[in-house]
C-alpha cells in the first residue's frame, strides 16, 4: 500500500512538472511569435514588463503576500533598446532550450553561455542579472518563476531534518531516488537550488523553520522531530529562494502548518520571518511562488523575554531604525495590529533576545520545556 501511495505521489509529480514545462514553453513561443509578428508588420515590438518599485507593491491579507500592483513599463524596440532587447531574446531562447532538453544553467552559466551570441554578448554579468531578472518579471505575470524558466540560483538551500522522504528524480536517468530525512544521522539533507521536480511523503504534523544552524543542530541531534512529529528546517538567517519554495510545496502538499522559531528582534521579525511568510517589496513579482502564508511565528516573541526571564542585549541604533521603518512604511506590518503592538513593546523595552538565550535555563530547556509548552498553545501564534 505505501508503495503504491509513493508511486502515485511520484507519478502526479511527474504529470505536474510535464505540464509546467509544457506552460513555459508555450509562453516562451508566444511571447517570441508575437514580437516576430509585429516585425513581419513593419510594426515596432515591444515587451511590457511590471514595474519593480515599492510604489507599485500592495499587501493583501485575502493572498498572502506582498504582490506586484498594474503599473507596467514598455520596452520598445528602438535603435538606443537593439541591443537589450536582443539579449533578452537569446535569454528567453536559452531558457526554451534548457526546458526542452532538461537541464538548467546558473547566473554565472547565462552570462557565460552569451559569449557565443556576437553583437548581442554581455560584458558584465550586472547586465545579464539585469535582463534575467527582467525576464522573470515578464513570465511571473503568467505564474512562471525564474527556476521553472531552468535558471537556477547560485545560492545554496537551507537543511532538513525529520519525518520527511524527499523523492527526487535523476535529471539523466529518471531514476528516483528515495530520501528519508530521518536517516542523517547527526546531519542533515540539503535542499538543493531547484525543487519543482521533488515530490514528498510524510506523516508529520508540522513543519519548525529555524533562524540559526545552531539551534537547528541542537534540535537535530536530540531528533526533537521525532518527540514531536514534525519537520525541521533550517533557514541560516534570511531563508534562499530554494528553501521558501520547499517549505512552501512541502506544506501545500502535505497540508500541514508552518510555525518559524527566530530571535526576538527587528531583523528576525521584519526580514527573516516577514520575508518568509510575505516575501519581500523588492521581488514582489515572485512573492506568489517563494512566500508561505500559512506560517505563523512562533517565538522568540517580547512576551518571552518578560515569561521566560531571557538574558538580553540593548537594541541597537539600526535595530530601532528597522522596527521604526517596518511600522511606518511595512504593509504586512501596518496591517497587523498584533504585529504593530509587539513591536512597539520591543521598541520600548529597549532590548533583543536571542532563541540560544533560553539556555539560561539549561542546554535542552528549549526542546525539553519551551517548544512544547508553545506547540500546545498555536493559535496564539503571532500571525
Known amino acids: 500500500m505505501a508503495k503504491s501511495m509513493a508511486r502515485t505521489r511520484l507519478d502526479a509529480a511527474r504529470k505536474r512538472n510535464l505540464e509546467m514545462d509544457g506552460r513555459t514553453l508555450k509562453l516562451i513561443e508566444s511571447t517570441a511569435g508575437e514580437v516576430h509578428t509585429r516585425i513581419?508588420?513593419?510594426?515596432?515590438?515591444?515587451?511590457?514588463?511590471p514595474v519593480r518599485a515599492l510604489s507599485n507593491v500592495t499587501y493583501s491579507e485575502a493572498r498572502g503576500y506582498l504582490e506586484i500592483g498594474r503599473q507596467k513599463k514598455v520596452r520598445a524596440l528602438t535603435v538606443n533598446t537593439v541591443k537589450t532587447f536582443a539579449q533578452t531574446l537569446r535569454m528567453m531562447s536559452l531558457s526554451k532550450a534548457l526546458v526542452?532538453?532538461?537541464?538548467?544553467?546558473?547566473?554565472?552559466?547565462?552570462?557565460?553561455?552569451?559569449?557565443?551570441w556576437g553583437e548581442a554578448m554581455f560584458h558584465d554579468q550586472v547586465e545579464s542579472d539585469t535582463v534575467m531578472?527582467?525576464?522573470?518579471?515578464?513570465?511571473?505575470?503568467?505564474?512562471?518563476?525564474r527556476?521553472?524558466?531552468?535558471?537556477i540560483p547560485d545560492e545554496h538551500g537551507g537543511?532538513?531534518?525529520?519525518?520527511?522522504?524527499?523523492?527526487?528524480?535523476?535529471?539523466?536517468?529518471?531514476?528516483?531516488?528515495?530520501i528519508d530525512c530521518t536517516r542523517f544521522g547527526s546531519g542533515a539533507y540539503s535542499i538543493p537550488s531547484t525543487v519543482e521536480h521533488l515530490s514528498f511523503e510524510t506523516g508529520a504534523t508540522f513543519?519548525?523553520?529555524?533562524?540559526t544552524g545552531g539551534m537547528f543542530q541542537r534540535l537535530q541531534s536530540h531528533k526533537f522531530w521525532k518527540k514531536a512529529n514534525c519537520i525541521l528546517v533550517s533557514m541560516s538567517g534570511v531563508p534562499t529562494r530554494s528553501t521558501r519554495r520547499f517549505i512552501r510545496r512541502l506544506s501545500d502538499d502535505a497540508r500541514i502548518p508552518v510555525y518559524a522559531f527566530v530571535d526576538c528582534d527587528p531583523y528576525g521579525i521584519s526580514n527573516i520571518y516577514r520575508t518568509l511568510k510575505v516575501g519581500s517589496g523588492n521581488a514582489a513579482h515572485i512573492n506568489q511562488f517563494f512566500c508561505v502564508p500559512q506560517a505563523r511565528f512562533l517565538g522568540v516573541t517580547p512576551q518571552d523575554i518578560v515569561d521566560y526571564k531571557l538574558p538580553t542585549?540593548?537594541?541597537?541604533?539600526?535595530?530601532?531604525?528597522?522596527?521604526?521603518?517596518?511600522l511606518k512604511n511595512d504593509p504586512f506590518f501596518r496591517q497587523h495590529r498584533a504585529w504593530k503592538q509587539a513591536m512597539e513593546t520591543l521598541i520600548k523595552m529597549g532590548v533583543r533576545a536571542e532563541q540560544q538565550a533560553l539556555a539560561k535555563w539549561g542546554l535542552n530547556y528549549v526542546l525539553d520545556e519551551y517548544l512544547p509548552r508553545k506547540l500546545r498553545q498555536t493559535k496564539s501564534f503571532l500571525p
Open 313 to 326: 542585549h540593548p537594541l541597537k541604533e539600526v535595530d530601532v531604525k528597522r522596527a521604526r521603518d517596518a
Open 207 to 211: 513543519i519548525l523553520a529555524i533562524e
Open 159 to 178: 537543511a532538513v531534518a525529520g519525518e520527511l522522504i524527499v523523492h527526487d528524480p535523476d535529471l539523466e536517468s529518471g531514476e528516483v531516488e528515495r
Open 100 to 116: 526542452e532538453t532538461n537541464d538548467f544553467a546558473t547566473k554565472r552559466d547565462a552570462y557565460y553561455q552569451s559569449k557565443n
Open 133 to 145: 531578472d527582467d525576464i522573470e518579471a515578464l513570465f511571473s505575470m503568467h505564474s512562471v518563476s
Open 40 to 49: 513581419l508588420k513593419r510594426q515596432k515590438p515591444d515587451l511590457k514588463l
Open 147 to 151: 527556476e521553472q524558466l531552468r535558471f
